[in-house]
């Protein structure tokens, strides 16, 4: 049974840094991929990050290409979103995911087996 737990989170002012943390258990997928989605209220969840297991590659959103950067340990089974220079447009609930293999369209939720339960990340202005 896979299980994300998700640290990091909390508030900030403008312009400050996060460092979001996510470990997995149970989790093996070598050719698979680990990363966030976030959710502020009334919208819908936003793909923010995601890196394959077995190669490292990274895609981000355009919205915070630049200023997050994803980053794993294997060894750890964790994967990290560092988050700087945050605007109050990034308040969300922030959420680790993971699935067995990466898509071209890593940005679309359904495609996400295995989510956490979330941590809060408010930026103030």
């Known amino acids: 049974q896979v299980q994300l737990v998700e640290s990091g989170g909390g508030s900030v002012q403008a312009g400050g840094s996060l460092r979001l943390s ?3 258990s149970g989790y093996t ?13 009334g919208k819908e969840r936003e793909g923010v990050a995601i890196i394959a ?27 990290y979103l560092q988050m700087n220079s945050l605007k109050p447009e990034d308040t969300a609930m922030y959420y680790c ?5 990466v898509y071209s369209r890593w940005d679309l939720p359904r495609w996400y087996r295995y989510w ?10």
Do not use: E, H, L
């Open 22 to 24: 996510c470990a997995a």
């Open 116 to 125: 956490g339960q979330g941590t809060q990340v408010t930026v103030s202005s």
């Open 53 to 79: 297991n077995g190669s490292g590659s990274t895609y981000y959103a355009d919205s915070v290409k630049g200023r997050f950067t994803i980053s794993q340990d294997n060894a750890k089974n964790t994967v």
């Open 29 to 41: 997928y070598s050719s698979g991929c680990m990363g966030w989605f976030r959710q502020a209220p």
């Open 97 to 101: 995911v993971a699935a067995p293999v």
